[in-house]
């Protein structure tokens, strides 16, 4: 059986409109049979303005006259024309517990500081929040920035560990895919030569080297000093 677009709804028409019994309607619905009494007795769904099945092409006339006919019989409801079209294909916001939503400055701060390629819109989707929250916890205007502290937002519990590592591996790609088509990270710039280091002096080959000095060449020829 297929599931009913507006259950109660449909099983607030179906006390009002028909002679099904409570079963009957019960199982359609996917409700209990108690609730459909419930609803038959005016303490459940007060409120709530019944759907007709037959109109939004969930229960076909056929069906409703066999189950008229025999209280045994138990309807199958057919894919409404206008349930698709009623159906939202859009994921919905995340939700976050209150009891965590205080800990969302820290998952950005985490963010901010330890993942900067990631984009703010995909911090806002992943963690529930908007900009102006990542935008002021970045430039430390947050009303409580004092008491912010970096936290991984896994251990937090926002987010699974998975889902993180997917974003963040998606932002790195994206980042490598920009610094390549902007040419790439900027290269340092190349370092001249060294010049040689100076030698330094180097003293000229003593005159004497490998001779031994004597007497008559320090004080000169004692013949020619009494000339």
């Not at 205007?141 to 251990?155: F, G, Q, R």
């Not at 926002?158 to 997917?166: A, T």
């Not at 980042?175 to 100076?198: C, F, I, S, W, Y």
Request: hydrophobic share 35%; glycine share 8%.
């Amino acid at each position: 059986m297929n599931d009913v677009l507006y259950p109660k709804a449909t099983a607030v028409w179906l006390v009002d409109n028909t002679s099904l019994t409570f079963e009957q309607i019960a199982d359609f619905c996917g409700l209990h049979p108690l609730e459909v009494k419930g609803i038959a007795d005016g303490d459940v769904a007060r409120d709530i303005r019944g759907a007709d099945p037959i109109g939004n092409g969930q229960l076909t006339r056929e069906e409703l006259d066999r189950a008229h006919a025999d209280a045994n019989y138990r309807m199958k409801a057919q894919v409404g024309r206008h349930a698709e079209l009623l159906k939202t294909g859009k994921k919905q916001a995340r939700y976050t517990p209150v009891s965590r939503r205080q800990d969302r400055p820290d998952a950005i701060m985490w963010f901010v500081k330890n993942h900067p390629e990631v984009a703010d819109a995909q911090i806002a989707k992943l963690l529930g929040t908007t900009k102006s929250t990542i935008d002021s916890v970045r430039n430390r205007t947050h009303w409580n920035i004092a008491n912010i502290k970096p936290v991984d937002p896994v251990t937090l519990g926002l987010v699974g560990q998975i889902e993180l590592d997917e974003v963040v591996r998606k932002a790195a790609e994206k980042k490598m895919r920009d610094d390549a088509k902007n040419g790439g990270p900027t290269l340092a710039p190349a370092v001249e030569d060294e010049q040689p280091a100076d030698q330094g002096f180097e003293p000229e080959e003593d005159a004497f080297a490998g001779d031994e000095p004597t007497a008559a060449s320090v004080f000169g020829d004692a013949e020619d000093d009494q000339d």
